[in-house]
């Protein structure tokens, strides 16, 4: 009866060894399946990042270069409405050059 009940204990304290290594072994599944998701979520989350940056970026270029144009074209009608008044300023000097010179010579 003794016996039997100490190959009982040991038979329970085995099934209870065994039972705590599966666990162990378990959580380490559990762990290692996590840091591999969490390192797949991680991967993906900085693809979405670079790819969002190269959108935004390209947006910003595209809005920089139309923003240049505008000013340059601007800065172009601005030289040419100068260029004209400054023409037409010319202009009347010489017609009044040239009156002089026909009174004075004609």
Do not use: F, H, P
Request: charged share 40%; hydrophobic share 35%.
């Amino acid at each position: 009866m003794i016996e039997t009940v100490i190959r009982e204990v040991r038979e329970a304290e085995a099934r209870a060894e065994q039972m705590q290594k599966d666990a162990y072994q378990r959580g380490k599944e559990i762990v290692l399946k996590a840091e591999a998701e969490a390192d797949a979520q991680k991967k993906s989350t900085v693809k979405e990042c670079k790819e969002e940056r190269k959108t935004l970026l390209q947006d910003a270029r595209k809005k920089a270069l139309d923003k240049a144009q505008s000013i340059l074209k601007k800065g172009v009608e601005n030289a040419t409405a100068m260029t004209e008044e400054k023409n037409s300023v010319i202009e009347d000097t010489a017609n009044e050059v040239v009156d002089m010179l026909l009174q004075k010579y004609a």
